[in-house]
């Protein structure tokens, strides 16, 4: 299980060190990909494998299959740390997430999900009224 919050930098040449527990439950190998909500995903092999299988499975016919195909695929890479601990961002993700000097790395269950600092920042500061409706969809989803 991926738990826990790091605040990190990107270097000069867009690296960024990923935290030992990460490393460990990632795995050598790892996919980095566009995420949802303004932030890049990455999966260690078997949940990326996982994820694979039932992308395979959904019919190339209809619009939502290529586009949610095109979206976590195309601009995906499968990554590994270096002697340091760091992983190089690709460009073309550290632009589409809006990523500059300082991230945040946060475990979410079945990945780690990179943030700008910013953005993760914004993201946290729910209103009052936003905390209802979460709350409230809790509560649909029985938890």
């Known amino acids: 299980m991926l738990m826990g919050e790091y605040a990190h930098t990107i270097d000069a040449k867009g690296r960024v060190i990923l935290p030992a527990d990460f490393r460990a439950e990632l795995g050598e190998h790892f996919f980095i990909v566009k995420g949802l909500d303004q932030c890049l ?6 949940e990326w494998s996982s994820f694979v299988q039932k992308v395979r499975q959904l019919p190339d016919t209809k619009p939502e299959t290529r586009r949610l195909v095109r979206h976590f695929f195309s601009s995906g890479r499968e990554l590994e740390c270096d002697r ?29 999900e990179v943030w700008s600092k910013e953005e993760w920042e914004r993201y946290n500061a729910m209103e009052d009224e936003d905390r209802e409706k979460f709350t409230a969809s809790m509560a649909e989803l029985g938890i």
């Open 84 to 112: 340091q601990g760091r992983f190089l961002v690709p460009g073309n993700l550290r632009s589409y997430a809006g990523l500059g000097k300082d991230v945040v790395l946060a475990g979410a269950l079945k990945r780690v």
């Open 41 to 46: 995903y990455i999966y260690g092999e078997n």
